[in-house]
């Protein structure tokens, strides 16, 4: 076979070659939520099958993931745009504020036991205790060192702030200190600020609030 013949065979070859498609990787396919003609209802995205859960966490209900009274949506960082000039009830947060009050709960998400206290104190214990101290005065041994100082949970402030706001601060982080959402789950969150609020209790409970042998030992005392 002559050279001009191979060599022409072989120009045929490349240009039959780059006729081909590669069907698999060029199928017809949807973009999200584009229409379609093929099913009765129109839209090419299927309907979730009844009892589909979500994959990762789904965080409901939303008041004992946040913090916040539904409809709110706490969020670091700047203004979300959507939230700019918008009237929806969804509202962007710059992060734990007490001049927001209104958007925490002010009731516990969970039941209140004597279990769920004691794991707030051993929480406590372990993680606020360093800088909070023991009885949540704000004298814990790292602010001995010379770490800020945090505030006292006994401050008034503090005694009429709604539960949900001391979960944001957990969770979110303030002022110098991080947020322990990580180390933390929900629930132990919850747990610590049930005992946040038994110490603030502790420090302002009237006598007649006492169980009756408490209230013996006080008056033994006293005489």
């Not at 992060?95 to 516990?108: H, I, K, N, T």
Request: proline share 9%.
């Amino acid at each position: 076979m002559k050279r001009a013949t191979k060599l022409a065979l072989v120009l045929l070859g490349v240009c039959l070659l780059a006729g081909c498609r590669q069907q698999m990787a060029e199928q017809p396919v949807y973009k999200p939520y584009r229409p379609s003609v093929f099913f009765k209802d129109g839209q090419s995205a299927r309907p979730l099958v009844a009892g589909t859960v979500a994959r990762g966490h789904l965080q409901e209900p939303a008041p004992f993931f946040t913090g916040m009274k539904p409809g709110v949506r706490a969020q670091q960082g700047p203004l979300a745009p959507e939230a700019e000039g918008a009237s929806s009830p969804v509202l962007a947060r710059l992060g734990p504020s007490l001049d927001r009050r209104d958007d925490y709960v002010s009731a516990f998400p969970v039941k209140l036991t004597e279990a769920v206290l004691r794991r707030g104190q051993e929480r406590f214990g372990i993680y606020c205790a360093v800088c909070h101290d023991a009885a949540g005065t704000g004298f814990g041994k790292i602010v001995e060192r010379g770490f800020t100082r945090p505030p006292s949970f006994h401050e008034d402030r503090l005694r009429e702030a709604p539960v949900g706001y001391f979960f944001d601060v957990i969770t979110n982080g303030y002022g110098s200190m991080p947020p322990y959402a990580v180390q933390v789950p929900p629930a132990d969150r919850w747990a610590i600020v049930a005992y946040v609020r038994a110490l603030q209790l502790s420090r302002h409970a009237e006598v007649n609030q006492l169980p009756a042998e408490i209230r013996q030992r006080l008056e033994k005392t006293e005489e």
